[in-house]
């Protein structure tokens, strides 16, 4: 996920334009940005199936790296989304 993907794209790898990300969607991994786990989350349920984005959420949870409450908080601060999701 990258704020604008232009110019970013590589061979092999598949660049998502995600458009705003705020200040708390991202932080640094061995000094290469990346997007927050929600953040991470919210976009990858654009690009792959339901099935795929379950089971990332499963993952997640039972690894105890992501809190559905995270989440929640993160989709409702999202304009296009936060007003369509019901818990």
């Known amino acids: 996920t990258a704020p604008d993907a232009r110019g970013r794209s590589r061979r092999g790898l598949r ?12 932080s640094e991994a061995r000094g290469i940005p ?5 953040r991470t989350i919210i976009d990858l349920g654009s690009v792959v199936h339901l099935d ?6 499963h993952r997640a949870e039972s690894g105890r790296i992501l ?3 995270m989440l929640r908080d993160r989709l409702t601060r999202m304009p296009s989304i ?3 999701v019901s818990w």
């Open 15 to 26: 660049v998502h334009d995600a458009g705003l990300i705020e200040p708390g969607d991202f």
């Open 67 to 69: 809190d559905l409450g």
């Open 52 to 57: 795929a984005l379950e089971y990332a959420i």
């Open 82 to 84: 936060g007003s369509t």
């Open 34 to 38: 990346v997007t927050a786990l929600p």
